[in-house]
Structures are given as C-alpha cells and as structure tokens.
C-alpha cells in the first residue's frame, strides 16, 4: 500500500496542469477509455503513450482507464475526453476539471503471475487480486489470464472457499431475519431451462422465503434476469428488495444492481467472452452470490448431458465435491438435482420466447410445454422438501397442487407487480424455420449448437431474438419439416444465425 | 472454411450501404478499432453494438477490428473512422469506401477452450490458432488466455515442436547458401546483459557468417533491437538484410521488419502487458525466428541466478531438455551456454545507457565495464569453437585478439554503416542518484526491482531512460553514496522511477 501511495503522490506532485472535460461521446461500451492530445501537458510531463493505463479522477471519484491519443480538432492540448462508460462512472459533465496520474503499480500483479505459474494462492493474495479486479483496476487481459490459469481443477478447494469470501467481501451483503432463507439455481449449460421463475412461484406460494436474485447469461443465450426483464421490473435496490419480499415472500430480480459479489460481475464479462466456466469460477460465482444474499438452503438443478455444461455423472461428483465444500465453509445447506441435460427443455429460446413458455406453464394453457412444467414441479417439490414445507415424499405433490390450483400464478403475478408490473414479451419481426433435409428421426440435439445459434440470431442482448424448438428428441420429421424457428430483430442477424445453423446441423436425424 | 464463408457471404448479401472513411486521428496503439455511428444502416441492419468484432475492408486489404459507437457531431450515419493502426493497415484515406461484415465465427476458439481446460492440441490446431493470431482476428482477451493456459510446463514437447512450426508458417523464411549460419541469443532475464552486438562483431571480424536479427524488449528495459536502434538503422527489409550480410558477414537487425514467424511479435505484446514468458512460449519464441532466419548453429546465453529469468539449475535443464528437442526437430545445431545471473551485466540499463557500454569496449575505452567485456569474449569463444572457426580450447583467445586488435570495432562500424549509418546515442535530460541509506557491503541486487525501475523510468519506449549502475555485489559502500542513477526523458517518469526505487530497495546492504 505504501509503495502505490508514493507513486500517486509522485504523480500528482508533478502539478498535472488541469485538464477540462470535453464530452465526444464515443462508446466503447464497458472498457473505460481516456482521450488525451499527444502534446498535452500531462502526457509531455507524465510520459504517457498510447494504451497506458491511467488514473483519472474528477472529484472524488477516480477509476483506471485505457489512454488512447487524439490530435486536434477534437481535442486540443488542455482537454480531456472519456469513454461514455468512463463519464458515466465519474458522472462527468463538460467543462469538469479532470486530474490524471499513473495508475498505482499493482502488487497483486505478482499473484497472477505466480498463479499462471501454477502456484497455489493464499487467502491474501487472492484478496488482493479480487479486490483490485472490483475496483476495476485490472485491464480485460489480465481478467482473462486469470480465469485461464484458474481452469482445469489448477484452483484447489482452499483456494476457491478464498475465492468466494474475497467475492463476497467485494460487494454488499443482505440478511433476513427468517430461519430458512431458500434459493434455487442452475448451473446451466441447458438452453431453455428456464424453471427458476415457475419454481420461485411455486415454493413462495407454498409458504418459503425467497428472495430469489439472478445473473443476466455467462455464455448462454439468456440468463434468469435477462428472461425476467422481458416481465418485469428486475434492476430493484436492497431497500426495494426487502420491501418485495416483505410484501409477498419472494423476488425474482437481477442481483447485479444489489452489488452482490460484484467482481463476479467483472468475471463473468470476461468469461462470456472467453466462453469458459471452470468448476472453481462456477462454485465461488454461485455460492458467493448465495453468502451474500443471506441464503441458508438452496437447490442447485445440475443438468447432465453430452453436450451440456455437466457431461458426465463423473463431472457433477466432481462439481458436488467441490460445491459442498465451500458451502460447508460458510454454513450453508445445499441440495444438488441431477436432471436430464441431453436436450433443450421447454420450446423458446432466449429472453423473450423463454417468458412466453414460462406464462403458458403458470397460466396452464395449451401452450404449456409439458417438459418445462414437469421439471418445475420436480424441482419446487425437492426445494418444499428440503426445506420443511412439505413431508418426505409428498413435495412433488404439493407443488403440482399448488401450481395446478392458480396459487402459482397468482403468486408470480404478486412478485411481478410488486417489483414494478407484470408486462408483456415482445415478438421478433424476423423469422425462418430451420427444416429436416431428409426424413427420419431425431435421434440428437446439439445443445452448444442450439445455443450458439441463438446466440448469434441476437441472444441475449436483442430480447425478443432467440429460437424455437418445434421437435424433440425421438419426434418422426418428414423431409421439409421445421426443426425450429429462428427469430431476430435484424434481418443480417437472421441471415447469420441462419447460415451458422445450417452449416452446423444441431438436430441429428437418422433416415429410416 | 465453409461455414466462414458461408457467413462472411450472409453479412455481406445484405447490401451493406457504402460507408466512407473519415480520420479522426484515434490513436490506440496496436489494437484496431473502427468507428461508426449507431444509427447508421450498417448497425441497424446488422445489429452490430459497441464492442463487437467485425470484418472492415478497403480494396482488397481488410481486418478484424473491434467496433466503438461515435455519434454527431464526430460521425454521421454514412460514415466511418479507423483507428491509426487500423487506418495504417487497411492504407485508409478520406473519402475511401469502408465494407463492414461480421467477424468470421472462429473456429480455432474450439481449440483454446480445449487447451484452457488442460487437453492436448494436435499440430491442425495449434496451425489453426497461430494462424487466426497472425492475421489478426483475435482480440487480446483470447491471446491472453492461450498464454496463460499454456504457461507453467501445460504444453508438451510435440505441442511446443508443433507451435514452433505453426510459427514458422505464420511469416517469412530466409535461406542462405552458407553451410554454417551462425546466431547467438540471450534466454534474457538480466538487465544490462547486451553482449549480442559485441559477440556478433567479434564472431563476424572471425569469419562466421552470422545475419542477426533480434526482437525489442519483452518484459526487460531494453531488447538488443532497441539498444541497436540507437546506434544505427534496424528496420531493414530482407532484400537490404542479404545486401548487408553479403557485404560485411553479418547484421545487426530487427526481427520485426521482416516477417518471420510474426505471429511471435503479436504473442509478445500481450506477454509484456501480463509480463509473463513460459518455457513452451521461450522455446518456440526463440526457435520459430532462428528456423525462419534460416540459421544453423546457435549459441544460447542462459544467466542463472536468484532473480534472473532462469532462477535454479533445475530449471536450465528443464529448459535446455525442451530446447534442444525442438532445436532437433528442425535440424538445428545449439549450444546452450550457463552464466552467472545474480547482478545486472555492465553499467547501463536502457537501450542508449547499453549502447554507450558496447561502444566503450568494443573501442577498448578506460570506460569499458570489465564484465561486460569478459562476457562477450568467452561467449564469442565459445560460438567460434562452435561453429569449427577456431580449435577446440583456442576460442577464447581468439576471441579476445580479435577485440583488442580493433578487428571487431572495424566490424562492428562496417555492420552500421552497411545497415544506415552509425550514430551517437543520446543522453537524458533528468537523472537522480539513488543512494546507500547507510554504510556497508553489497550483498544482493534484485534484477527484477532493477529492471521495474528502469522500465517506470521509460525504458525501452524512451531511448535514452533508464538506469546506470554504480555499484557491483560486494563493493563496500559509504552512507550517501550512489548506488545507481536514474535516467529519464521527462520529470514525471524520474520521479515515478524514484519513488518505486525508494519503496523496493533493490541494493541490499549488510552494516558492518
């Protein structure tokens, strides 16, 4: 700490000439970036070259972002510019005095290096990286080196227990007065499954305490808060939150506005764009957002399948090792659920087509995709159980009552009017139907290829954009039958998507 | 490729209106960025958002450049900037028509997500990643993962031989008709080490054909590149490169300005950012730019010390084991030589602080560093007896008359004339001595707090930044006096320098 002091200070003493604030507005969406001319003051005294990193400060608040130079006429030697996310996080206005320095020398650098060396980390070192990944001190390749050198099991037990406290030291920690605080998760890797929302309904409406919070998607096509935002309100405050689940026992919101772990936040940025989730990201990213929502039981749906996140039963003993573990280290009681991973569940794909499945199964009409609904009530059953709302053996019956009687819906309904209003999903105005070239039966469904084409019709950054699964595994096809339907919000979206699908066939048909 | 043509046709079928190429002069060092406003057609229709990649193409030349938004009054919808690289590279000017497709899906990305999970490459996909590296088409997110989930022993020796071919393929080969190309390499680790240029000089003045080419500084404060570019022209292309070594028997040159093995320079620049360098990467590094250079016999200087690259024995055998696998997989003769890496060689740090230490001994000056000069002789010996231009036990000798003879300063100027011109290096303007906080004998110095210093001074992006070395282990030191002085170019960089030097006392001194 000392030695960061002294470089600041050496920066600052040099009496950077003030620089002021010229808005430009170029958007580089979440990397920070700050525009200097080559020949201003700062960067003549300072020694600054293009892609430094810099401490820039207005105020009081300061953050580190990437310099880039800009000559006139958009910049001249005494001003300065910001990235939009830069200016919003400094809430920068035209004419601000900006004051910059180099960025402090990172000590936590050493224990990077030393892991992509294969070191074992201690409990401090991993503070230090994790603290400086949620100040937002790091650069995207060093978020990147770091989730590369932690893959493959190189994070041991001990480590990742010290990866979840330092992620749950990074942000806010919520607590409820009530004995039995539940939760539910999956850990993903299915397109589709989207149960959590129909689950959260029925177990609140079953008497538990949820106070459900939700990632947007790591690599998937979307997340549980992005679905729920095609809904509903989901960017609510701690004090909004409470004041939910006061008023009808349960949430289902987005935690990144609770700033709940929020170098997980940064990680998973990195992540998604890596398309890696190792076990030790994968534990420390669910169960430190658990530590820090004040849940005391939870419900982790694993789905095992070929190409699922979880491959093999061998993978998600593994994976429950691990997860028991560090739940065990804060006092956490967790209940694991193998579930079917070999498909996708339900028939939408995507925000919006994944909130109109969820609907049809809560409003039990037709539409209702039977598999979703089935693999709800399986799951709310176990959560009733685990957590003393419904006798051994009776859970599964007791939610299927509850959801078959509209106290669900009614439920989720309250949860979504309490969070803002219950709205409607919008539609795609793109669509092509993917078909069988030939006839026979669906003997396979490729869930990467699934996703990816979701992905890539818009998923999950286009809300009504997505897929829609018109058979299952074991369905006759004829030749000429949709497979499914792709929808997006632009027609060189659809295109694209469209040519990934059919260059890479997700649904495998056997001729007969 | 079908699949990527498929989709590169896809985004293009859509009729992407004609952008024109308007600079704003951005400059973000190496990485390529495009600019367009969010409204404009190509966005819309394509869904194209801050950060994506995409495919930018003037002519015939194009690239993978990430997309920044920029709004009025910078941009308007028919319009589009280019970064300095990127504007560089595509041969931008006002007014030239920019096409804009989505970024090709890759499919090496496969193999990385494999190689970060710890799972073997085959040769076919070690080419497929190095190939998408050199031309450009991963962000440094990925380059950095491939790094750090390569580092620490997890490629294997068929891997490191494959990644080293994959190298060779990504650029240009020289061959010559000599039967015996001689080279010389320092692994590096240990500031101030630059006995390359006299070894060349004295090796060249002996007979051996030697056309060296070398890289700029990775993690160090200089690379022989960087100090010889003070002295004289190094950007030589390979047709002037064959005139200099036809004409005098060697060169001197950079590496970079050639082509060979490219995809090294760009593996580089994210290994100095995270300021790592594993064996797999050093091998290959190393041996992909000597296949390409088309030498022979090459004598690599190995320092082994506490903090130098190479810290233990152990560890220069596991490196020259690696090392002289690969070396026989391309037929390539090398002689690994171990020396003395507990304190920085010679007095100069820096590239123009280096490059007056060579030109002291080579020109047999009262300020020649004695070991710096001992050094070179036995490595010179060493190549000499090597390459069978002089008996076995005689190198050394040799070696030494032909530096006190002047035959190797003759050489040396003869190599910088036929390169451009031999020049003076320059001095900096702002220099501070970092003094003994007490009396006593120097028991240790710290390369790595060396090397930090001098590179926050601003060494290598600044020539004449940097430190000169007052003291050597063992001298016996007065409270106050000097035990290095600080070089640098502007104020700022000195006392950031200075501060760092105070805070990490690299000189360690025993009081009597």
Not at 219 to 224: D, E, N, R, V
Not at 394 to 412: C, H, T, V
Not at 416 to 436: K, M, N, S
């Amino acid at each position: 700490m000392q030695a960061n002091e002294l470089k600041l200070a050496a920066g600052e003493g040099q009496g950077s000439e003030p620089l002021i604030f010229k808005p430009l507005g170029i958007d580089t969406w979440q990397e920070h970036v700050i525009y200097l001319h080559p020949d201003c003051p700062v960067c003549r005294a300072e020694g600054f070259t293009a892609q430094a990193r810099v401490q820039v400060r207005i105020g009081e608040a300061s953050l580190i972002a990437t310099l880039n130079l800009v000559g006139a006429p958009l910049l001249d030697t005494g001003e300065a510019s910001l990235s939009a996310s830069a200016a919003q996080a400094l809430e920068a206005r035209a004419g601000d005095v900006v004051a910059i320095s180099h960025a402090p020398a990172l000590e936590s650098v050493r224990a990077l290096r030393a892991k992509i060396y294969g070191r074992r980390l201690d409990g401090a070192q991993i503070d230090s990286i994790i603290s400086d990944i949620s100040a937002g001190r790091y650069p995207d390749v060093y978020i990147s080196a770091f989730l590369a050198a932690c893959a493959d099991g190189r994070m041991n037990r001990r480590e990742t227990v010290d990866l979840t406290r330092a992620m749950v030291h990074s942000g806010e920690r919520l607590s409820w007065s009530h004995a039995v605080v539940a939760d539910k998760h999956c850990v993903g890797g299915l397109p589709g499954n989207r149960t959590t929302p129909i689950v959260v309904a029925i177990a609140a409406a079953g008497g538990l305490v949820l106070p459900k919070t939700s990632s947007r998607a790591i690599t998937s096509p979307a997340g549980t808060a992005d679905t729920m935002e095609t809904l509903t309100r989901v960017a609510l405050s701690a004090a909004e939150l409470r004041h939910v689940v006061e008023r009808v026992g349960a949430s289902l919101v987005w935690g990144g506005a609770l700033n709940l772990s929020p170098a997980d936040d940064i990680l998973i940025r990195v992540e998604r764009a890596l398309d890696i989730d190792s076990d030790a990201q994968l534990v420390a990213s669910i169960l430190s957002k658990k530590v820090a929502a004040g849940s005391t039981h939870i419900l982790i749906d694993v789905p095992v399948g070929p190409t699922a996140k979880v491959r093999e039963d061998r993978d998600l003993e593994r994976l429950e090792a691990a997860m028991r573990h560090v739940a065990g280290a804060f006092g956490l009681h967790i209940l694991m659920v193998r579930t079917d991973g070999t498909q996708p569940l339900g028939r939408g794909i995507g925000p919006a087509l994944e909130a109109r499945d969820i609907l049809a199964v809560l409003q039990r009409t037709v539409a209702a995709p039977p598999d979703l609904r089935e693999r709800s009530v399986m799951l709310a059953g176990a959560l009733l159980e685990f957590c003393g709302a419904a006798p051994r053996g009776a859970g599964e019956k007791a939610a299927g009552q509850l959801l078959d009687s509209g106290a669900a819906w009614r439920k989720f309904q309250a949860i979504c009017e309490a969070q803002g209003g219950l709205r409607v999903p919008g539609e795609a105005i793109f669509r092509r139907d993917i078909v069988a070239p030939h006839a026979g039966k669906v003997i396979a469904i490729d869930n990467r290829h699934i996703a990816r084409t979701a992905k890539l019709a818009g998923a999950p950054m286009r809300q009504v954009a997505g897929l829609e699964m018109r058979v299952r595994v074991n369905d006759e096809v004829r030749a000429g039958q949709p497979l499914f339907t792709v929808h997006a919000q632009a027609s060189g979206e659809l295109d694209y998507s469209c040519s990934y699908a059919l260059a890479h066939p997700a649904v495998s048909i056997e001729p007969h």
